[in-house]
């Protein structure tokens, strides 16, 4: 997986998150909402069955026990917060009113019948105030069932219930937040599962593509980003630069004083070459003591001073084995594009390579140590 790749893929998993939270806060308000007026309704019409039933259990003489009516609710018996009461008779005039007057503009939200009482979601306008209320509609019936005795209206305060509705709205909503917590957690598991992932793959990636003692590029990761340059500036134009470079009497080193020694000097003359070229050229290890560059936007000439100062840091750098000092040195071959636009790419490639190598062992047989341009 590339980087690219990568943050595309972990900007969707934040974005999916993002937008599973907000679903899940519109679904908590309405959840909210929802068991709010729910339990408005249960409470009132239990509060309605209630009174209904004490009402016609204590009724004589076909005529509704007032007093005990007017006892229930100084007694505040009720489940509900009570607006307003109004006791009516047969012939629909008032028997009893308590509460607040509601002579304000009513609007019914919705109606329903259930067990012989009927209650409505009303909101009740008083100029620029709304009032949330339930209101609860039943019959109270005497020996004649065609004919009730009295009719009771209850309007219940739902604006004052939902400060006793509070407490569950709390518990909601910690149920909520302590959702959310264990979601946010779980993405941050997640991610951190994921960038682990990705840098795994990268050091995959590293191994495959670097030399594992100097660092550099191996052959093959070099040759295509190598043929990469070609292309672009064969359609772009620009010019490039190769160094290919050698060790002097490298196997005889090792011989003497071993791989692991050999394998240090190796480290540090790609750091050399690492110093002294550029972040986006590009360096590779071609064989076993062999090191390649291509120096981008760069002129033969500028690529000959480039080469010419790795090869004397080189010769400058002491390397000693069981306290004896070892000499290293380097040979140096450059080559440089020209009429780019009359060859292919791989004309370009082939020629760069082979000016390179030629001018690498012209290099050898002038004595070693030095750097020859083709």
């Known amino acids: 997986m590339d980087k690219k790749k990568y943050i595309e893929k972990r900007s969707f998993m934040v974005a999916v998150t993002f937008l599973f939270l907000i679903v899940m806060f519109f679904l908590y308000i309405n959840i909210s909402n929802f068991v709010f007026h729910k339990a408005g309704a249960e409470l009132a019409m239990k509060t309605g069955g209630s009174m209904k039933n004490i009402l016609e259990y204590s009724q004589k003489d076909e005529q509704i026990d007032l007093q005990l009516l007017k ?4 007694n505040n018996d009720f489940y509900l917060p009570m607006l307003n009461l109004t006791v ?16 304000l503009k009513k609007t019914v939200l919705d109606d329903n019948f259930c067990d012989d009482l009927i209650h409505s979601n009303i909101s009740i306008t008083d100029g620029n105030k709304k009032i949330r209320v339930y209101e609860v509609y039943f019959s109270i019936f005497g020996e004649n069932p065609g004919t009730p005795i009295a009719n009771i209206v209850i309007s219940f305060n739902l604006d004052q ?25 779980l993405v941050m598991i997640i991610l951190g599962l994921q960038q682990q992932l990705f840098q795994s793959e990268e050091k995959i990636t590293q191994l495959n593509t670097r030399d594992d003692i100097t660092g550099l590029l191996t052959r093959e990761a070099f040759m295509e980003k190598f043929r990469n340059e070609i292309v672009r500036i064969s ?8 160094i290919t470079a050698d060790l002097d009497n490298f196997m005889s080193v090792c011989d003497k004083a071993g791989h692991d020694f050999g394998n240090h000097i190796l480290k540090t003359v790609a750091k050399i070459f690492q110093t ?12 076993s003591d062999e090191i390649i560059a291509v120096m981008i936007g760069t002129t033969a000439q500028e690529c000959l001073e480039i080469a010419e100062k790795c090869r004397i840091a080189i010769k400058e750098t002491e390397f ?33 390579l082979f000016d390179s190598l030629g001018a690498l062992a012209q290099s050898k047989q002038e004595g070693k140590n030095c750097c020859i341009l083709k």
């Open 71 to 74: 006892t229930l609710i100084k």
């Open 88 to 103: 009516y008779d047969s012939d629909k005039n008032i028997l009893m009113k308590e509460g607040k007057s509601l002579s």
């Open 161 to 185: 219930f939902s400060d006793l509705f509070s407490g569950k709205q709390f518990l909601m909503l910690s149920i909520f937040l302590l959702t959310l917590l264990i979601l946010i957690f």
């Open 235 to 242: 359609q772009t134009g620009g010019q490039l630069s190769v």
């Open 276 to 287: 002294n070229l550029r972040v986006f050229d590009i360096i590779g290890r071609f064989g």
């Open 320 to 352: 000693y084995f069981n306290d004896k000092k070892i000499p290293v040195s380097m040979s140096f071959g450059i080559s440089s594009t020209s009429n780019l636009e009359q060859k292919t790419t791989e004309q370009i490639k082939h020629d760069l």
